[in-house]
Protein backbone atom coordinates (compact mmCIF):
# COMPACT_ATOMS: atom_id res chain seq x y z
CA UNK A 1 0.00 0.00 0.00
CA UNK A 2 0.98 3.64 -0.85
CA UNK A 3 2.40 4.90 2.90
CA UNK A 4 -0.62 8.01 2.26
CA UNK A 5 -3.45 6.81 0.64
CA UNK A 6 -4.91 10.32 1.38
CA UNK A 7 -2.18 12.05 -0.82
CA UNK A 8 -3.88 10.03 -3.87
CA UNK A 9 -7.17 11.15 -3.01
CA UNK A 10 -6.06 14.63 -2.71
CA UNK A 11 -3.75 14.36 -6.01
CA UNK A 12 -6.09 12.88 -8.27
CA UNK A 13 -8.83 14.98 -7.50
CA UNK A 14 -7.09 17.76 -7.70
CA UNK A 15 -6.13 16.49 -11.47
CA UNK A 16 -9.49 16.05 -12.56
CA UNK A 17 -9.91 20.22 -12.79
CA UNK A 18 -6.72 19.98 -14.61
CA UNK A 19 -8.31 17.61 -17.34
CA UNK A 20 -10.40 20.93 -18.14
CA UNK A 21 -7.64 22.26 -20.39
CA UNK A 22 -5.26 19.07 -20.51
CA UNK A 23 -7.06 16.47 -22.58
CA UNK A 24 -4.41 14.88 -23.29
CA UNK A 25 -4.20 13.60 -19.44
CA UNK A 26 -8.11 12.16 -19.30
CA UNK A 27 -7.55 8.87 -20.13
CA UNK A 28 -4.57 8.61 -17.11
CA UNK A 29 -6.44 10.75 -14.57
CA UNK A 30 -9.86 8.87 -15.08
CA UNK A 31 -7.82 5.53 -14.64
CA UNK A 32 -6.42 6.94 -10.99
CA UNK A 33 -9.62 8.02 -10.56
CA UNK A 34 -11.18 4.57 -10.41
CA UNK A 35 -8.65 3.37 -7.67
CA UNK A 36 -9.29 6.42 -4.93
CA UNK A 37 -10.71 3.83 -2.26
CA UNK A 38 -7.72 1.74 -2.30
CA UNK A 39 -4.96 3.11 -3.88
CA UNK A 40 -2.32 0.62 -4.50
CA UNK A 41 1.79 0.68 -4.98
CA UNK A 42 1.39 0.96 -8.27
CA UNK A 43 -1.01 3.70 -8.59
CA UNK A 44 0.96 5.25 -6.75
CA UNK A 45 3.75 5.25 -9.07
CA UNK A 46 1.49 5.91 -11.89
CA UNK A 47 0.70 9.40 -10.03
CA UNK A 48 4.30 10.18 -9.93
CA UNK A 49 4.97 9.27 -13.00
CA UNK A 50 1.63 11.48 -14.33
CA UNK A 51 3.42 14.65 -11.91
CA UNK A 52 6.82 14.83 -13.52
CA UNK A 53 4.71 15.04 -17.50
CA UNK A 54 2.49 17.57 -16.06
CA UNK A 55 5.74 19.33 -14.59
CA UNK A 56 7.45 19.11 -17.34
CA UNK A 57 4.09 20.26 -19.90
CA UNK A 58 3.23 22.87 -17.62
CA UNK A 59 3.50 25.75 -20.70
CA UNK A 60 1.05 23.28 -22.79
CA UNK A 61 -2.32 24.09 -22.89
CA UNK A 62 -5.37 24.62 -25.31
CA UNK A 63 -5.39 27.04 -27.89
CA UNK A 64 -8.71 28.79 -29.67
CA UNK A 65 -8.72 29.50 -32.79
CA UNK A 66 -11.42 31.96 -34.60
CA UNK A 67 -12.10 29.60 -38.17
CA UNK A 68 -15.04 28.22 -39.40
CA UNK A 69 -17.61 27.33 -37.00
CA UNK A 70 -18.46 23.78 -38.06
CA UNK A 71 -18.22 20.79 -35.46
CA UNK A 72 -16.37 17.35 -35.95
CA UNK A 73 -16.54 14.77 -33.86
CA UNK A 74 -14.32 11.64 -33.18
CA UNK A 75 -15.84 8.31 -31.23
CA UNK A 76 -13.50 5.26 -30.10
CA UNK A 77 -13.93 2.73 -27.51
CA UNK A 78 -11.31 0.04 -25.75
CA UNK A 79 -13.34 -3.15 -25.99
CA UNK A 80 -13.32 -5.10 -21.91
CA UNK A 81 -10.04 -2.85 -20.49
CA UNK A 82 -10.97 -3.59 -16.98
CA UNK A 83 -9.48 -6.43 -16.14
CA UNK A 84 -11.53 -6.65 -13.48
CA UNK A 85 -15.24 -5.76 -14.13
CA UNK A 86 -14.08 -6.05 -17.98
CA UNK A 87 -16.29 -3.06 -19.24
CA UNK A 88 -14.81 -1.03 -21.94
CA UNK A 89 -13.75 2.74 -22.03
CA UNK A 90 -15.92 5.15 -24.41
CA UNK A 91 -13.82 8.23 -25.56
CA UNK A 92 -15.10 11.21 -27.88
CA UNK A 93 -14.15 14.94 -28.50
CA UNK A 94 -15.43 17.28 -30.74
CA UNK A 95 -13.92 19.94 -32.51
CA UNK A 96 -15.37 23.87 -33.33
CA UNK A 97 -13.70 24.26 -36.26
CA UNK A 98 -10.02 23.75 -35.29
CA UNK A 99 -11.00 24.30 -31.43
CA UNK A 100 -11.30 21.78 -29.36
CA UNK A 101 -14.58 22.27 -26.98
CA UNK A 102 -15.58 18.89 -26.10
CA UNK A 103 -14.35 15.75 -24.49
CA UNK A 104 -14.97 12.74 -22.29
CA UNK A 105 -13.65 9.38 -21.04
CA UNK A 106 -16.03 7.54 -19.12
CA UNK A 107 -16.30 3.76 -18.25
CA UNK A 108 -19.12 2.39 -19.53
CA UNK A 109 -22.11 1.24 -17.36
CA UNK A 110 -22.72 -2.64 -18.70
CA UNK A 111 -20.37 -5.16 -20.16
CA UNK A 112 -20.07 -5.20 -23.86
CA UNK A 113 -20.07 -8.68 -25.59
CA UNK A 114 -18.04 -7.38 -28.43
CA UNK A 115 -15.91 -4.52 -29.48
CA UNK A 116 -18.67 -3.42 -32.12
CA UNK A 117 -20.98 -3.06 -29.37
CA UNK A 118 -18.34 -1.33 -27.27
CA UNK A 119 -17.61 1.04 -29.84
CA UNK A 120 -21.33 1.16 -30.49
CA UNK A 121 -21.89 2.36 -27.05
CA UNK A 122 -19.31 5.30 -27.51
CA UNK A 123 -21.21 6.52 -30.76
CA UNK A 124 -24.50 6.49 -28.73
CA UNK A 125 -22.74 8.62 -26.26
CA UNK A 126 -20.92 11.04 -28.73
CA UNK A 127 -24.19 11.41 -30.47
CA UNK A 128 -26.31 13.10 -27.62
CA UNK A 129 -23.29 15.25 -26.62
CA UNK A 130 -22.99 16.58 -30.23
CA UNK A 131 -26.40 16.87 -30.45
CA UNK A 132 -26.54 18.57 -27.34
CA UNK A 133 -23.62 21.30 -28.93
CA UNK A 134 -25.22 21.84 -31.87
CA UNK A 135 -27.98 23.07 -29.62
CA UNK A 136 -26.31 25.41 -27.93
CA UNK A 137 -24.78 26.88 -30.95
CA UNK A 138 -27.99 27.76 -32.04
CA UNK A 139 -28.91 29.28 -29.05
CA UNK A 140 -26.60 31.65 -29.83
CA UNK A 141 -27.70 32.07 -32.87
CA UNK A 142 -24.93 30.05 -34.73
CA UNK A 143 -26.75 27.95 -37.85
CA UNK A 144 -25.46 24.45 -38.35
CA UNK A 145 -27.56 23.10 -41.29
CA UNK A 146 -25.20 20.86 -42.44
CA UNK A 147 -24.90 16.91 -41.12
CA UNK A 148 -21.97 17.01 -37.78
CA UNK A 149 -18.88 14.47 -39.09
CA UNK A 150 -19.04 11.45 -36.55
CA UNK A 151 -16.04 9.84 -37.09
CA UNK A 152 -15.44 5.96 -35.90
CA UNK A 153 -12.73 3.48 -36.89
CA UNK A 154 -15.10 0.41 -36.50
CA UNK A 155 -16.78 -0.87 -39.99
CA UNK A 156 -18.87 -3.19 -37.78
CA UNK A 157 -20.46 -0.60 -35.90
CA UNK A 158 -20.74 1.80 -39.01
CA UNK A 159 -22.54 -0.79 -40.60
CA UNK A 160 -24.98 -1.62 -37.62
CA UNK A 161 -25.88 2.22 -37.73
CA UNK A 162 -26.40 2.43 -41.41
CA UNK A 163 -28.17 -1.25 -42.07
CA UNK A 164 -31.48 -1.49 -40.36
CA UNK A 165 -31.40 -5.41 -41.13
CA UNK A 166 -28.83 -5.93 -38.36
CA UNK A 167 -31.42 -5.02 -36.04
CA UNK A 168 -32.85 -8.09 -35.00
CA UNK A 169 -29.53 -9.14 -34.04
CA UNK A 170 -28.61 -6.64 -31.82
CA UNK A 171 -32.28 -6.08 -29.68
CA UNK A 172 -29.73 -6.23 -26.38
CA UNK A 173 -28.55 -2.56 -27.34
CA UNK A 174 -32.08 -1.66 -29.26
CA UNK A 175 -31.99 2.11 -27.50
CA UNK A 176 -28.72 2.56 -28.83
CA UNK A 177 -29.52 1.80 -32.10
CA UNK A 178 -32.79 3.59 -32.65
CA UNK A 179 -30.96 6.74 -31.24
CA UNK A 180 -28.37 6.81 -33.92
CA UNK A 181 -30.27 5.61 -36.51
CA UNK A 182 -32.84 8.58 -35.76
CA UNK A 183 -30.38 11.27 -35.30
CA UNK A 184 -28.81 9.46 -38.84
CA UNK A 185 -31.85 9.54 -40.60
CA UNK A 186 -32.82 13.49 -39.76
CA UNK A 187 -29.02 14.42 -41.11
CA UNK A 188 -28.41 15.38 -37.99
CA UNK A 189 -25.03 13.75 -38.46
CA UNK A 190 -22.89 11.42 -40.85
CA UNK A 191 -21.07 8.46 -39.68
CA UNK A 192 -18.42 8.36 -41.62
CA UNK A 193 -15.04 5.51 -41.67
CA UNK A 194 -11.52 6.74 -40.60
CA UNK A 195 -8.13 5.02 -40.04
CA UNK A 196 -7.04 4.27 -36.57
CA UNK A 197 -3.84 5.33 -37.08
CA UNK A 198 -6.11 8.55 -37.23
CA UNK A 199 -8.51 8.24 -34.83
CA UNK A 200 -8.23 11.08 -32.40
CA UNK A 201 -10.15 9.51 -29.77
CA UNK A 202 -7.29 6.90 -29.24
CA UNK A 203 -5.59 9.15 -26.96
CA UNK A 204 -8.86 9.06 -25.06
CA UNK A 205 -9.38 5.41 -24.44
CA UNK A 206 -6.30 3.62 -23.76
CA UNK A 207 -2.03 3.81 -23.45
CA UNK A 208 -0.41 4.57 -26.27
CA UNK A 209 2.99 4.47 -27.44
CA UNK A 210 5.14 7.46 -26.80
CA UNK A 211 5.60 8.64 -30.28
CA UNK A 212 1.63 7.58 -30.92
CA UNK A 213 0.77 9.86 -27.89
CA UNK A 214 2.76 12.79 -28.62
CA UNK A 215 1.16 12.81 -32.29
CA UNK A 216 -2.40 11.98 -31.11
CA UNK A 217 -1.54 15.28 -28.47
CA UNK A 218 -0.66 17.32 -31.64
CA UNK A 219 -3.80 16.52 -33.29
CA UNK A 220 -6.25 17.67 -30.14
CA UNK A 221 -4.01 20.93 -30.44
CA UNK A 222 -2.64 20.69 -26.80
CA UNK A 223 0.72 22.72 -27.28
CA UNK A 224 2.78 24.91 -25.30
CA UNK A 225 2.51 28.60 -25.02
CA UNK A 226 4.98 30.27 -27.51
CA UNK A 227 5.10 33.32 -24.98
CA UNK A 228 6.08 31.46 -21.93
Given at each position: ?5 M ?76 P?T ?5 G ?96 H ?40
Open positions: MPSDPTYRKLTGALQYLTITRPDIAYVVNTLSQHMHSPQTEHMFLLKRLLRYIQGTAAFGLPITKLDLRLTTYSDADWASDVRKSTSYCTFLGATLVSWTVKKQTTVSRSSMESEYRALTAATADTIWLKRLLSDFLVNHDAPVDLHCDNTSAIALAQNPVYHACTKHIEIDHRFLREHIGNNLRLLPIKTDDQIADILTKTVSTPRFKKLRDKLTVSSDPFV
